[in-house]
């Protein structure tokens, strides 16, 4: 099994950090998206990363999927969501707060790096920051009430936003605005599985 993307991604990490926590055996090809484009191609002509390749030759792209993929596979010790409604509500509410974080950042930085900076769309820049200032927001909120800093999907995804935020943007998100949801990620980010799959 190939996992294809760069770790700089939030999505290929958070997939890389749930395969292995599932115990799940893969081969990780570090390519880009932008500066390897025609060779990602040749593996997912749609280019997106996380793109993981199967044993007998499926691609599956979009890290929710993949993560999803093993989840419904995984034995019962090995789950990262919790199955009870309430209680799986609650956490696919903390992923999705992630993962709109991950989304809102990676559109301020494709606003910075790939456009020209004349057809720089200030108004669109803005709804996109106050999205991102959002989920952070409430993140925080979440990681100020549980201070147990699991180690499961809701947990990963949020680290691995905030570390891949603090990295790209940390000029609109500050670190001192988010001390709960920065003190999760801090704490994650010191463990071996993480410490797997770095960043840079
Ligand atoms: N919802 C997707 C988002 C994946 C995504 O947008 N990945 C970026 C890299 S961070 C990408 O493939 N960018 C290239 C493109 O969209 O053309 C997921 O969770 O995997």
């Known amino acids: 099994m190939k996992l294809?993307?760069?770790?700089?991604?939030?999505?290929?990490?958070?997939t890389a950090i749930s395969l292995d926590l599932f115990g799940v055996a893969f081969e990780h090809q570090s390519l880009s998206v932008f500066s390897?484009?025609?060779?990602?191609?040749?593996?997912?002509?749609?280019?997106?990363a996380p793109s993981l390749v199967l044993d007998d030759g499926t691609?599956?792209?979009?890290?929710?999927?993949i993560v999803g993929y093993f989840e419904a596979q995984a034995a019962e010790s090995r789950r990262q969501l919790p199955q009870q409604p309430a209680a799986l509500g609650k956490a696919?509410?903390?992923?999705?707060?992630?993962?709109?974080?991950?989304?809102?950042?990676?559109?301020i930085v494709y606003e910075r790096n790939l456009?020209?900076?004349?057809k720089l769309h200030q108004p669109w820049v803005e709804r996109?920051?106050?999205?991102?200032?959002?989920?952070?927001?409430?993140?925080?909120?979440h990681y100020a009430a549980n201070t147990e800093h699991a180690v499961d999907q809701a947990g990963i995804s949020s680290a691995v936003a905030w570390s891949f935020i603090q990295l790209m943007v940390a000029d609109v998100v500050k670190a001192d605005d988010f001390p709960a949801?920065?003190?999760?990620?801090e704490r994650l980010e010191q463990s071996e599985l993480f410490k797997r799959y770095p960043m840079v």
């Open 36 to 48: 390897t484009f025609e060779d990602f191609a040749r593996i997912n002509p749609v280019v997106k």
């Open 128 to 141: 996109v920051t106050r999205q991102l200032l959002a989920a952070c927001h409430a993140l925080d909120l």
């Open 4 to 14: 294809i993307g760069m770790l700089d991604s939030p999505y290929v990490r958070r």
């Open 92 to 107: 696919l509410e903390v992923v999705g707060l992630a993962l709109a974080a991950c989304e809102k950042a990676v559109q």
């Open 115 to 118: 456009r020209p900076e004349e």
């Open 181 to 185: 949801l920065r003190a999760h990620a």
């Open 59 to 65: 691609v599956l792209m979009d890290s929710t999927l």
